[in-house]
């Protein structure tokens, strides 16, 4: 196996695909043979690339030597669209039928991929109906609904969906892929899964740092983009989704298509950009890009009605946390003493893995007092080993031509419709400037009238 990895010098590159292709050899889910060719536009000796990628791994790598030789370096401009011949006699001179698939993966800003894959498919280092080669796409998929479009395209003239794959790695994590367990295989929650019984569902991914050093991709992107149109979306399309007729890829991503066509955002929305962000690097002075959104969002469907769910994200936050909060409504009895509190459903996605289920039962003594009670699944606690890293798991299936957990171009199609009316409506909403978590969580508040938090 080839696996190429375009803007290799890049902090996905080290922080994520270099281990997970490390962890995925120990395990022996790779390839007896394969070769991992970074390309970078930087001037590197390829074992001072080797080791500048170690120095910025994240862990313990004890087998890395043994790791490190099938990693190659080859420096090239992969934005134009000249330097491909050289790259193409590179891949050429390869005992190719020694590695088997080709593997593309695109680590790079969004306005590269075109140039990429035309490239790729003019020097026909990938070619149609040959699902031995592959082409990968990190996420957004494009940068509106318009290239989105001109992207997708470009692929399909030329080679066929099944060698296109674009990554949501959200969608490679356990709990993510735990909700349609949850809702399918127990009769207790599907059976109340609607605005019946459900006040609100609460999606939420908030990260602590600042935009770092990708302010130049940031600030053309913004957390609408970066966020809300792929994990964000995503995430909702699994918990109101339709119960699909079987649980394959065809017939899940359907359903998932159909909540998504159903999103109506209401008028109750808060853009934020954090104190300090237009100090940043590759920042323009005047700059309007949001790093936090809130959104109140209805689904359309018989199932939901008028159920709210409230879709936040944002930098500059006080930790880093995901997760998804059902909040089922009152009980219809009346206690004398002690009134039980609203069952909640929460999905905890990072940093841990879990399931929590808040429900009420008689406290201990003599009264007949309620009090709330909890039933606490730690999914990490009964992983024996290693669980793997969303990466892992999608970079795997890659290999096995698996796109379960890969996004269907209508399934982009939709979220880009909706986020491109929310940023031509954007310029009408104020944009709140925040010193920290709290100070834009009190501005939600206000606007909603409902905490994110309890």
């Known amino acids: 196996m080839l696996f190429t990895i375009f803007g290799a010098t890049g902090d996905l590159t080290t922080k994520k695909l270099i281990p997970a292709l490390y962890n995925l050899y120990f395990e022996e889910q790779m390839p007896r043979n394969f070769m991992v060719i970074c390309i970078g536009r930087r001037s590197y000796p390829e074992d001072t690339f080797v080791k500048e990628v170690f120095s910025k791994l994240d862990g313990h790598f004890e087998n890395w030597d043994m790791f490190k030789t099938h990693l190659h370096y080859f420096e090239m401009d992969f934005s134009n669209p000249e330097d491909y011949s050289g790259f193409s006699d590179f891949v050429e001179a390869l005992p190719i039928q020694n590695y088997g698939e080709k593997i593309f993966y ?61 990554i949501d790695h959200y969608l490679g994590k356990e709990m993510l892929q735990n909700i349609l367990m949850v809702r399918f295989a127990n009769k207790i929650f599907e059976n109340i899964w609607n605005d019946e019984n459900i006040e609100s569902v609460k999606i939420y991914a908030l990260e602590s740092e600042t935009v770092k050093q990708r302010g130049g991709y940031y600030d053309s992107s913004g957390a609408l983009k970066d966020m809300v149109q792929n994990h964000l979306f995503q995430t909702l399309a699994l918990v109101a989704m339709e119960p699909p007729r079987g649980l394959n890829d065809r017939l899940v991503k359907d359903e998932k298509v159909r909540a998504l066509d159903r999103i109506r955002v209401c008028d109750e929305i808060v853009y934020g950009q954090y104190s300090g962000y237009l100090d940043e690097k590759d920042i323009p002075s005047n700059s309007k890009t949001e790093t936090f959104v809130g959104l109140k969002v209805f689904v359309d469907s018989p199932r939901w009605k008028e159920t709210p769910f409230y879709l936040v994200t944002g930098k500059k936050m006080g930790q880093k946390r995901a997760g998804i909060v059902i909040t089922f409504k009152n009980a219809s009895c009346f206690f004398e003493k002690g009134q039980p509190q609203k069952n909640k459903l929460t999905i905890e996605i990072f940093p841990r893995e879990g399931i929590v289920l808040q429900f009420n039962g008689k406290a201990p003594g003599l009264q007949a007092y309620t009090m709330p009670m909890k039933m606490d699944y730690c999914h990490m606690c009964n992983v024996i080993g290693n669980s793997p890293e969303a990466y892992e798991k999608l970079i795997s299936d890659v290999i096995h031509d698996d796109a379960s957990l890969f996004t269907r171009w209508d399934e982009i199609e939709s979220a880009w419709r909706t986020v491109d009316q929310l940023v031509r409506d954007k310029k009408n909403e104020p944009l709140t400037i925040y010193e920290n978590e709290n100070e834009i969580l009190e501005v939600l508040f206000s606007k909603w009238k409902e905490r994110l938090f309890d």
């Open 106 to 166: 695109l680590a790079t800003a969004p306005r590269f991929f075109p140039i990429i894959a035309k490239a790729l498919i003019d020097h026909q280092l990938i070619e149609r109906d040959d699902l031995r080669e592959k082409i990968v796409f990190e996420k957004p998929f494009g940068e509106n609904l318009e290239s989105a479009k001109a992207y997708n395209k470009l692929l399909l003239e030329a080679i066929d969906e099944s060698q296109v794959y674009r």
